[in-house]
């Protein structure tokens, strides 16, 4: 599979049909489906026919826009009308939202074909993928790996090459850790970037959708369609958005790059083959032109714990509307109502999702909301401006993404806090509210790991045009293939 | 039965009082969504993904809630705050969607102020707050449920609702009747509700505790819910009151309870002790952004906000010479002010307004079931007929009859007055031949006068009205028969 923009051009061009594109897709994702799992359900009535109507467009001359033809995956988060949305969860196995969120209607305005919906951990809960109702999926890299979470479904389908570009969600990592462990290209826009509407909530104070692509280009391609002020969303900030295209450079002449020494003594201590490659990735930078230079945030460390109050916190409060009364899962009894509240969502809840759930109702409690969610938003704040100071002193900063690369199935299911750790290079940007990416950066012990290049606020083609500038004189993702599209298409 | 233990034992009481106003704003969307806020639609027909909490839906504030808030607290001289928000009050319930209630915790969008009594008596305001409305449960189901099953209505779900907690500053249950009514009066002129206790768009809590009389002691607080007008908010209270008195006269202790008001049996009975208070668990909602008003734009709402109850009152003495209770009356609804200054403003007649008004106008209302904003009755309309009345035209007796069917029908009086035939007569001839015929016809009642019963002049007078179907001129019936008798 071509990336997006190169599908584009040959749809547009009239060299291959919208329809052929998407039969292509639906096939190669049938072919690998009993291998990764990647899916929740597949669209493809429904894909095949808005690839008709796109080719009927075409051929009467209309430019139906910049993902014109190019077939789209989305996690299984955003709501689709009329189509089952589940969240990875039980309790929303039978749920078909009347509308469709925001993010999906631009990439179909787009002219994106949402060719279907992708496996994710539940509720987003989640760094593996595992904690789905619906499953495990798999990485294309090693299907005895995990291919990360919580985006996992569209992080794999796009790293076995599937599909060009698959829509994700961030609250703590959930789109940069599985796009390094699957070798791909993912974006979590600023906070506020893209309306979460339509978009089920974990944590919504931290809650971002964002591209998951093969190529960088793309990914600017789709940030471009899904950016932008929605009025249904009072998060949503009315931000002009610029083509971030434009931004894509070869060189990196004038830029400067962050190197943040809190980060780097982590990746030393939990990983030294890992350190090293983001050594090497550092002075590829600095071949490129850009000048490194040393910026502090002394308060990350205590991201995690941070991060661990609020996003409970916020997801108690989110979930609670999951009781059985107006839609999903009810547990019948002949008891009162309460009992059916308890029983639906003791039922329709997973262990992870019920352990945050409990986690955040402890820390809102009379007598502890001072003590911990009053004081982990007081670090948040802390750590915001971190990151304002750093970058007083330069463009972007690169760090690791991830502290190793995929893990074995099943290796921290046992163990919430080690799973927890995975998030731990991703989660204060998170906090920040800054736009952060990961591109492929390259291979350790054969497995993929991925840069993550992060900027100010609202400067996210900056942070593009670095990563393209990496990825066009590096060339890791195009160096070797994932070894299920090597056994499913060669 | 505390009347046995003696004077000697019995220590003297009082209450104090503070009132939970909640006021469903009339905006013409919900709070946070688009759907029309309205009563009395069919069941669950006001609602969207939004209002139902679908899964991905977010709240959207609306502005002119925020407004009618506002306006509320200047015309009640609260402050406004610069820098406000909503936080979500969590708890568990059928009927809300969410399982929790946008609300405002700690900063509120008003603060302080007060409402004023007819005795000039202020009740400090704590704060004013916005929130969202649940939805309704609905139990014993209808024709498609069986009987012990709860049916939900969320047409309510998510209807603007404004929250007014009171100072407990009241010292009387007829006090807090005031503090109702002068608050309503003050929430009509504004606009920004129906303010209908019936339907649900006014409701009340009171808080109520005793302390020996002439004490600064801070009793234990009882909450009683449940109260649908503001007699059984008076009654509620005269209930809790004696209640208390009687637990303390008995040596015991109040005990921290909230408390539900039963209408049809007159009492209170505990709902919820103080170990079974929820925690709310209250935080910042995360889908909304902190709500900024500058003075600019609070400002442009002030110079907005109209001539208030009590101010009106106070002008309506002064300029148009009416009692204090008349005044009362008249200003108590902005409606009725309005309409009986555009009736003066037409006839110039503020006394015969004002008991037309009150008198055949308000009986003409309840017995077809109108009010003043329903009626088609224009203020010239009745304005025409005081003129009528008082140039003699038609009689205060037909009048009343014409007064009936303009509320009623919306015609012009003088269309009423030609149709009916209802013309005063004041013809000489006219009038002698009625009076010969009313002499002829009453040969007992003409005797009965003769022998110096008054009252059979007045009956024979009130037969002459009666024959031209009242509308003899009453004056000139009585010379008449004065001057035919003797
Ligand atoms: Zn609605």
Redesign the interface.
């Known amino acids: 599979m071509r990336c997006g923009h190169e599908i584009r051009e040959a749809v547009i061009r009239r060299q291959v049909s919208a329809e052929e594109v998407t039969r292509a897709a639906l096939a190669s994702i049938e072919a690998l489906e009993p291998t990764l799992h990647a899916y929740l359900c597949l669209l493809a009535e429904r894909a095949l026919k808005h690839a008709r109507v796109l080719d009927q467009r075409i051929a009467a001359g209309d430019d139906p826009g910049p993902l014109a033809g190019v077939p789209v995956a989305v996690k299984d988060i955003?709501?689709v009308a009329g189509e089952v949305?589940t969240?990875g969860s039980k309790i929303?196995a039978n749920?078909r939202?009347?509308?469709s969120?925001t993010a999906v209607e631009r990439l179909e305005a787009a002219g994106a074909i949402i060719i279907g919906k992708t496996n994710m951990d539940e509720f987003a809960m989640g760094s593996s993928c595992e904690n789905s109702a619906f499953g495990e999926t798999r990485n294309p890299w090693d299907p005895s790996r995990v291919p990360g979470g919580s985006s996992g479904g569209s992080a794999s389908t796009v790293g076995a090459g599937s599909v060009p570009i698959a829509l994700g969600t961030d609250t703590g990592g959930s789109i940069r850790e599985p796009a390094s462990f699957c070798n791909i290209v993912g974006l979590k826009p600023t906070y506020g970037r893209v309306s979460?509407?339509?978009?089920?909530?974990f944590?919504?104070?931290l809650d971002q959708a964002g591209p998951m692509t093969g190529c960088v280009r793309d990914a600017a391609i789709t940030l471009g369609a899904i950016a932008g002020h929605d009025?249904?969303?009072?998060?949503s900030v009315d931000e002009p958005v610029p083509d971030f295209c434009a931004g894509l450079r070869t060189d990196l002449n004038g830029i400067r790059i962050g190197i943040v020494p809190e980060f780097e003594e982590h990746i030393a201590q939990s990983d030294p083959d890992m350190a090293a490659l983001y050594r090497r990735a550092y002075e590829d930078l600095r071949a490129l032109g850009a000048q490194l230079v040393e910026v502090h945030l002394p308060h990350v460390r205590y991201g995690l714990a941070t991060y661990y109050l609020i996003a409970p916190?916020?997801c108690?409060?989110n979930l609670?509307?999951?009781?059985g009364?107006?839609?999903g899962l009810r547990v019948e009894t002949d008891k009162d109502?309460?009992t059916m509240?308890e029983q639906t969502r003791a039922a329709g809840f997973g262990p992870e999702v019920k352990r945050r759930i409990i986690l955040g109702?402890y820390a809102?409690?009379?007598g502890y909301?001072d003590a911990y969610?009053l004081r982990a938003q007081k670090v948040r704040t802390l750590i915001k401006r971190d990151f304002d100071d750093a970058f007083t002193q330069c463009d972007v900063i690169a760090s690791p993404a991830v502290s190793c690369p995929a893990f074995a199935l099943g290796a921290k299911t046992a163990d919430p806090v080690a799973m927890y750790l995975m998030d731990y290079f991703t989660i204060p940007m998170s906090l920040a509210g800054v736009p952060a990416l990961s591109v492929p950066a390259g291979y350790v012990r054969d497995l993929p790991v991925g840069l993550q290049l992060t900027g100010p606020a609202f400067a996210e083609a900056g942070v593009l045009g670095v990563a393209y500038a990496y990825e066009q004189a590096t060339g890791h993702a195009q160096s070797r293939r994932p070894a299920v599209m090597a056994a499913a298409h060669r | 039965m505390t009347r046995v233990l003696g004077a000697a034992q019995a220590v003297a009481y009082e209450p104090v009082i503070g009132l939970e106003v909640h006021v469903e704003l009339a905006t013409e969307s919900k709070m946070f969504c688009g759907c029309r806020n309205r009563f009395g639609a069919e069941p669950n027909t006001l609602v969207c993904p939004v209002c139902l909490g679908l899964p991905g839906s977010l709240p959207v504030v609306n502005r002119r809630a925020v407004e009618l808030v506002c306006k509320t607290g200047l015309a009640l001289g609260c402050s406004i705050a610069h820098v406000s928000k909503f936080d979500r009050k969590n708890y568990f319930y059928p009927d809300m969607p969410k399982n929790y209630q946008i609300s405002q915790y700690d900063m509120p969008l008003a603060t302080g102020g007060a409402v004023t009594l007819p005795s000039g008596k202020r009740i400090r305001l704590t704060r004013i707050h916005l929130e969202e409305d649940t939805g309704k449960n609905i139990h014993g189901g209808g024709a498609m449920a069986a009987a012990s099953a709860t049916l939900v209505d969320y047409n309510r779900a998510g209807v603007p609702l404004m929250e007014i907690v009171s100072q407990p500053d009241l010292t009387s249950p007829d006090e807090a009747g005031e503090y109702l009514a002068a608050l309503k009066a003050v929430l009509s002129y504004l606009g920004v509700s129906d303010v209908k206790m019936h339907e649900g768009s006014l409701r009340c809590d009171a808080n109520v505790s005793l302390r020996p009389v002439g004490t600064q002691d801070v009793g234990t607080k009882i909450e009683i819910k449940n109260m649908n007008s503001f007699r059984s908010v008076v009654r509620a209270l005269q209930y809790e009151i004696q209640r208390q008195t009687d637990v303390l006269r008995a040596g015991e202790r109040v005990v921290q309870e909230t408390r539900t008001w039963d209408e049809e049996r007159g009492l209170t009975y505990a709902t919820r002790s103080k170990e079974q208070a929820h925690d709310y668990r209250y935080f910042p909602d995360p889908d909304l952004v902190p709500l900024h008003l500058d003075d600019e734009i609070v400002a442009a709402w002030r110079a907005e906000l109209p001539e208030l109850p009590l101010a009106k009152r106070d002008r309506f003495l002064a300029a148009y010479g009416l009692s204090r209770y008349e005044a009362d009356l008249l200003t108590g609804e902005r409606t009725t002010a309005e309409f009986f200054e555009a009736v003066v403003a037409h006839c110039g007649e503020p006394k015969a307004a004002a008991n037309w008004l009150l008198g055949d106008v308000r009986r003409a209302l309840d017995k077809h079931g109108l009010t003043l904003d329903a009626t088609r009755m224009r203020p010239e309309h009745l304005a025409t007929l005081i003129c009528q009345v008082r140039d003699g035209v038609v009689s205060g007796r037909a009048a009343k009859e014409v007064c009936e069917i303009l509320v009623r029908d919306g015609r012009h009086p003088a269309e009423v007055v030609a149709e009916r035939n209802l013309a005063q007569v004041s013809d000489r001839v006219a009038i002698e031949a009625l009076v010969g015929e009313v002499i002829a016809a009453n040969p007992e009642s003409v005797a009965a006068y003769r022998t110096g019963k008054a009252k059979a002049f007045e009956f024979l007078v009130g037969q002459a009205m009666k024959a031209s179907r009242g509308r003899a001129n009453v004056e000139l019936v009585r010379t008449a028969l004065r001057a035919r008798l003797g």
């Open positions: 955003f709501c949305t969240a929303l749920f939202p009347p509308y969120a979460r509407y339509g978009m089920i909530a944590a919504s104070s009025p249904r969303d009072a998060t916190a916020e108690s409060s609670a509307r999951y009781d009364v107006r839609y109502v309460y509240f109702t809102l409690s009379a909301y969610y």
